[in-house]
């Protein structure tokens, strides 16, 4: 449908026309900066991943990479004359060096098992550092496997045995790659101390343990020598770095009973772990860290006597500054509606990916207090301007028991109210929504939908009372503030009440499947590999046991009652709503099993249910999967809502 002028509403590809900038780095000089950007080619279904260099001076903006290969994690070497980065193009992940003054990328690794982990140069630039899996022939994938690991697989890595990672660090003027460590974890996140001498890192996926993320810090030196700093009942480890003068480490941690809702903290410790200090115990928020737990980390950005760092605070993302020294201050340097991801930082500097409900990211750059700030990248501008973009109304209401909501609702350009409305919940579920780009959500405002999405109790950004009081209460809380939401708008005039669907991700799926089992009042729902059965969920997801723990208080033999009231599947006989349930096969976060169970409940008990299967992809592969399978999401999605709401 075309709006006024030029304009039309969004359609069911547009979120794949974006570009999505991944990682972002600054010369030494400050004069350039070299950019990972994502992008999609939909006409021979296909995607790439290309270098961008920028110089600020000119804005002049060029591709440095040719192709259709995945070129990722770029990096300056010290003296500002090549860029290291990661590159599939022979088939297999190698590291690449890229001479910035012209030239073709020399391919720098020829390890026969590739590379995994971001390269990072040494201080002097005489050496790179990565991490790469064993030097064994591949399991065969068919012949018989005895598992001995307390978790095997991880969604997204697969078998963990087959996915070990080591640490190798190999010097440019010639020479094999030399091998640091030889352990049974994924060793990930490499910082080079300031003298060039050792190397921070974490050790993951513990063969003996089921903490899931958790991991343990450590260093190892040249010579292969480790000790470890902090130990896995210490905390749950994000990222660290050293200070600048080496001395000390900095980590980005949270600790306690609840490691999945507690807020993350910045500590200071020596380098053998003790003396302990807590930079961010009175900071409400706590800090965010880009974080995920496969091979890398974000880098903490520091300044002469502080660290730089994300604060998700009520639905955005700032930047603070937080003090290493002295009393224990910090104070906000960039705010506003939207969602900041800092990437580096010079002497005057400091570089961000900044998003919002419209844009998945721009390149951003502001002095160190904030001051100046301008983008330096559109890779999405004529994309963005091509549509006629929906309204977004600002939510804040109370709960059943007085809690107050914070929430936000996307108005379509067509129609009037009141609007034929989705409810769409994120995962998590300390997960958040807010005034950052949501796959889907332009999409559904597009098909002529008011889209409401709230930040229920277990969000992130309102401090650890609000995000840990779903403890043991899983769905019990979170469906009354979100049905709450419901009632705000319906009462506001906004939202028609004979006209709402439901739908959600992972967390967001269980909620979905949790809540048709109490109300009938959704006309449709559609749940993407959710949990619906927290007993088996125990034992067959790859954080079944310990995300059991934290977030349920306890086994199921020990609190049976817990595990049955929070399961959808105790409810799954009374729904009537029309429900889609979209599987991802090897997804081990949500496995298969869940939804194939919801949907026999549904079936047998007389309910319009459908499933969409999607072979061989992992749990978010809607969003970051192959075009053909976002593909399938969106149009699932949108069919699904239109038939049974319309």
Same mark, same amino acid.
């Given at each position: 449908?075309?709006?006024?002028?030029? !304009?039309?509403?969004?359609?069911?590809?547009?979120?794949?026309?974006?570009? =999505?900038?991944?990682?972002?780095?600054?010369?030494?000089?400050?004069? !350039?900066?070299?950019?990972?950007?994502?992008?999609?080619?939909?006409?021979?279904?296909?995607?790439?991943?290309?270098?961008?260099?920028?110089?600020?001076?000119?804005?002049?903006? =060029? =591709?440095?990479?040719?192709?259709?290969?995945?070129?990722?994690?770029?990096?300056?070497?010290?003296?500002?004359?090549?860029?290291?980065?990661?590159?599939?193009?022979?088939?297999?992940?190698?590291?690449?060096?890229?001479?910035?003054?012209?030239?073709?990328?020399?391919?720098?690794?020829?390890?026969?098992?590739?590379?995994?982990?971001?390269?990072?140069?040494?201080?002097?630039?005489?050496?790179?550092?990565?991490?790469?899996?064993? @030097?064994?022939?591949?399991?065969?994938?068919?012949?018989?496997?005895?598992?001995?690991?307390?978790?095997?697989?991880?969604?997204?890595?697969?078998?963990?045995?087959?996915?070990?990672?080591?640490?190798?660090?190999?010097?440019?003027?010639?020479?094999?790659?030399?091998?640091?460590?030889?352990?049974?974890?994924?060793?990930?996140?490499?910082?080079?101390?300031?003298?060039?001498?050792?190397?921070?890192?974490?050790?993951?996926?513990?063969?003996?343990?089921?903490?899931?993320?958790?991991?343990?810090?450590?260093?190892?030196?040249?010579?292969?020598?480790?000790?470890?700093?902090?130990?896995?009942?210490?905390?749950?480890?994000?990222?660290?770095?050293?200070?600048?003068?080496?001395?000390?480490?900095?980590?980005?941690?949270?600790?306690?009973?609840?490691?999945?809702?507690?807020?993350?903290?910045?500590?200071?410790?020596?380098?053998?772990?003790?003396?302990?200090?807590?930079?961010?115990?009175?900071?409400?928020?706590?800090?965010?860290?880009?974080?995920?737990?496969?091979?890398?980390?974000?880098?903490?950005?520091?300044?002469?006597?502080?660290?730089?760092?994300?604060?998700?605070?009520?639905?955005?993302?700032?930047?603070?500054?937080?003090?290493?020294?002295?009393?224990?201050?910090?104070?906000?340097?960039?705010?506003?509606?939207?969602?900041?991801?800092?990437?580096?930082?010079?002497?005057?500097?400091?570089? @961000?990916?900044?998003?919002?409900?419209?844009?998945?990211?721009?390149?951003?750059?502001?002095?160190?207090?904030?001051?100046?700030?301008?983008?330096?990248?559109?890779?999405?501008?004529?994309?963005?301007?091509?549509?006629?973009?929906?309204?977004?109304?600002?939510?804040?209401?109370?709960?059943?028991?007085?809690?107050?909501? !914070?929430?936000?609702?996307?108005?379509?350009?067509?129609?009037?109210?009141?609007?034929?409305?989705?409810?769409?919940?994120?995962?998590?579920?300390?997960?958040?929504?807010?005034?950052?780009?949501?796959?889907?959500?332009?999409?559904?405002?597009?098909?002529?939908?008011?889209?409401?999405?709230?930040?229920?109790?277990?969000?992130?950004?309102?401090?650890?009372?609000?995000?840990?009081?779903?403890?043991?209460?899983?769905?019990?809380?979170?469906?009354?503030?979100?049905?709450?939401?419901?009632?705000?708008?319906?009462?506001?005039?906004?939202?028609?009440?004979?006209?709402?669907?439901?739908?959600?991700?992972?967390?967001?799926?269980?909620?979905?499947?949790?809540?048709?089992?109490?109300?009938?009042?959704?006309?449709?729902?559609?749940?993407?590999?959710?949990?619906?059965?927290?007993?088996?969920?125990?034992?067959?997801?790859?954080?079944?046991?310990?995300?059991?723990?934290?977030?349920?208080?306890?086994?199921?033999?020990?609190?049976?009652?817990?595990?049955?009231?929070?399961?959808?599947?105790?409810?799954?006989?009374?729904?009537?709503?029309?429900?889609?349930?979209?599987?991802?096969?090897?997804?081990?976060?949500?496995?298969?099993?869940?939804?194939?169970?919801?949907?026999?409940?549904?079936?047998?008990?007389?309910?319009?249910?459908?499933?969409?299967?999607?072979?061989?992809?992992?749990?978010?592969?809607?969003?970051?999967?192959?075009?053909?399978?976002?593909?399938?999401?969106?149009?699932?999605?949108?069919?699904?809502?239109?038939?049974?709401?319309?």
């Amino acid at each position: 449908m075309t709006t006024s002028g030029e !304009q039309r509403n969004f359609a069911i590809d547009d979120d794949l026309r974006y570009a =999505r900038i991944g990682s972002a780095r600054l010369s030494p000089d400050g004069a !350039q900066v070299v950019c990972d950007v994502t992008q999609h080619d939909l006409e021979n279904n296909a995607s790439f991943t290309a270098l961008w260099l920028i110089d600020l001076d000119s804005g002049e903006t =060029r =591709r440095l990479t040719p192709g259709d290969d995945r070129n990722t994690s770029p990096s300056w070497s010290p003296d500002g004359e090549r860029i290291v980065f990661l590159s599939d193009r022979g088939g297999q992940r190698q590291v690449y060096l890229l001479p910035v003054g012209g030239g073709e990328a020399m391919q720098f690794t020829h390890l026969e098992q590739g590379v995994d982990g971001q390269p990072v140069w040494s201080p002097d630039g005489s050496q790179i550092a990565f991490t790469a899996g064993v @030097m064994t022939e591949p399991r065969d994938p068919m012949a018989p496997y005895r598992v001995t690991r307390t978790v095997y697989r991880f969604d997204g890595i697969g078998y963990l045995d087959d996915a070990v990672q080591n640490i190798y660090v190999q010097a440019l003027d010639g020479g094999p790659a030399k091998q640091l460590t030889d352990d049974p974890h994924l060793d990930r996140m490499l910082r080079w101390s300031p003298a060039g001498n050792e190397l921070l890192y974490l050790a993951s996926h513990d063969p003996e343990r089921g903490d899931l993320f958790s991991a343990k810090l450590r260093r190892v030196n040249l010579e292969g020598e480790g000790a470890e700093i902090l130990g896995l009942d210490w905390g749950f480890i994000k990222s660290a770095d050293w200070t600048l003068d080496g001395k000390r480490i900095i980590v980005a941690a949270a600790t306690g009973d609840q490691p999945m809702a507690t807020k993350n903290d910045l500590w200071l410790t020596d380098r053998d772990g003790s003396e302990v200090e807590n930079r961010t115990a009175d900071l409400l928020y706590g800090v965010d860290v880009q974080w995920f737990p496969a091979f890398s980390a974000a880098k903490i950005i520091q300044t002469d006597s502080s660290a730089v760092v994300g604060v998700v605070e009520r639905g955005a993302k700032g930047i603070y500054s937080v003090a290493l020294t002295g009393e224990p201050s910090w104070r906000q340097l960039l705010g506003g509606e939207r969602t900041l991801a800092l990437q580096d930082a010079d002497d005057s500097r400091m570089l @961000m990916i900044s998003n919002d409900l419209t844009n998945p990211g721009e390149l951003h750059i502001a002095d160190l207090d904030g001051a100046n700030e301008c983008a330096i990248t559109s890779f999405n501008r004529s994309h963005i301007a091509s549509i006629a973009l929906p309204k977004v109304e600002n939510l804040l209401y109370e709960s059943e028991d007085g809690a107050e909501i !914070q929430g936000w609702m996307l108005i379509p350009n067509q129609g009037e109210p009141p609007y034929p409305t989705i409810l769409y919940i994120h995962g998590g579920p300390h997960g958040w929504y807010g005034h950052n780009y949501g796959t889907d959500f332009q999409m559904l405002a597009g098909a002529g939908y008011a889209v409401l999405f709230t930040n229920p109790r277990g969000s992130a950004g309102y401090g650890d009372d609000f995000a840990t009081a779903l403890s043991g209460h899983w769905g019990l809380l979170d469906h009354k503030d979100l049905l709450a939401g419901v009632d705000h708008v319906v009462d506001r005039g906004l939202a028609d009440p004979d006209r709402l669907g439901i739908f959600g991700l992972s967390y967001g799926g269980y909620m979905t499947c949790f809540t048709i089992g109490q109300t009938d009042r959704f006309k449709a729902a559609v749940a993407e590999n959710p949990i619906t059965d927290l007993v088996s969920r125990y034992g067959t997801a790859d954080m079944g046991p310990w995300g059991s723990l934290s977030e349920l208080g306890g086994k199921p033999h020990e609190i049976p009652d817990v595990y049955l009231r929070s399961s959808p599947i105790t409810y799954a006989h009374k729904v009537t709503t029309p429900t889609l349930l979209i599987q991802c096969l090897d997804d081990f976060r949500c496995p298969a099993g869940q939804a194939e169970q919801f949907y026999a409940h549904l079936k047998a008990n007389g309910c319009i249910a459908e499933m969409i299967r999607i072979p061989g992809m992992s749990h978010v592969a809607s969003i970051s999967g192959p075009i053909a399978v976002q593909k399938v999401q969106n149009e699932g999605l949108v069919d699904w809502m239109n038939t049974y709401i319309r």
